[in-house]
């Protein structure tokens, strides 16, 4: 079994939509969860971190992590087309990513 | 520039020979990762140093991959008697221990060095 497993994608989603991508990790020892973004043929970049249960926003961006049920979540609020990239989840005291999901946001 | 540095940037080689990629971390990061990334999948670890020390070298690391970190700065990845399996992106990471970057534990990426096996 996979540690971290995404929802299978590609995802498309039009411009001004919310996407939603999300996580379920196999660790409940887990405290920290990372979301990377990776533009095409670029390395990956971190967007957002969180720690505790519940929400966490920066701008466009939600990071939801429920620790019983095992899965952290991103949404993204009124998607830009340069939003378009593979978003990657990864636990923080881990090695391992997710196999990633594309979104693609349709002008 | 101050990030992390991969050299080369892309490399084609023939099957069975040998290949080294370069890694310099960021200045004063101590914890250095190797990932190699194909098409459409996410980053696959591969292993991990702490300073000099290799902590951690993934079960899919074949013992034709070596990597070394001899003085707890740079590191290198060699691959012996390529084959073409082993085309990848493949990508370094370094974190720091002290500071914000490293309660966050925030991994900061090289721009990657991509082999292609013929």
């Known amino acids: 079994q996979k540690e971290v497993e995404q929802n299978s994608g590609p995802l498309s989603v039009p411009e001004g939509a919310i996407a939603s991508l999300n996580c379920t990790y196999s660790d409940r020892g887990s405290q920290s969860f990372f979301w990377y973004r990776q533009y095409s043929g670029k390395s990956p970049e971190l967007i957002m971190f969180i720690y505790s249960n519940g929400d966490k926003e920066d701008g466009r961006f939600t990071a939801q992590l429920n620790k019983a049920s095992q899965y952290v979540s991103l949404l993204i609020r009124d998607s830009q087309p340069s939003d378009s990239a593979t978003y990657l989840c990864?636990?923080?005291?881990?090695?391992?990513f997710g196999t990633g999901t594309s979104l693609t946001v349709i002008p | 520039d101050t990030g992390v540095s991969q050299n080369p940037r892309h490399k084609i080689t023939k099957r069975g020979q040998n290949v080294t990629f370069r890694c310099d971390p960021i200045s004063e990061h101590n914890r250095l990762y190797w990932y190699r990334q194909t098409l459409g999948q996410g980053p696959e670890f591969l292993t991990y140093?702490?300073?000099?020390?290799?902590?951690?070298k993934s079960r899919l690391l074949s013992d034709r991959f070596s990597a070394e970190r001899p003085k707890g700065s740079f590191s290198t990845l060699e691959i012996q008697r390529t084959e073409q399996g082993d085309s990848a992106m493949y990508l370094c990471?370094?974190?720091?221990?002290?500071?914000?970057?490293?309660?966050?534990?925030?991994?900061?990426f090289g721009e990657g060095s991509r082999l292609t096996v013929l």
């Open positions: 140093f702490q300073n000099e020390a290799q902590l951690e």
């Open positions: 990471a370094s974190r720091p221990t002290k500071g914000l970057a490293a309660n966050t534990g925030e991994l900061f």
């Open positions: 990864k636990m923080g005291n881990q090695f391992y």
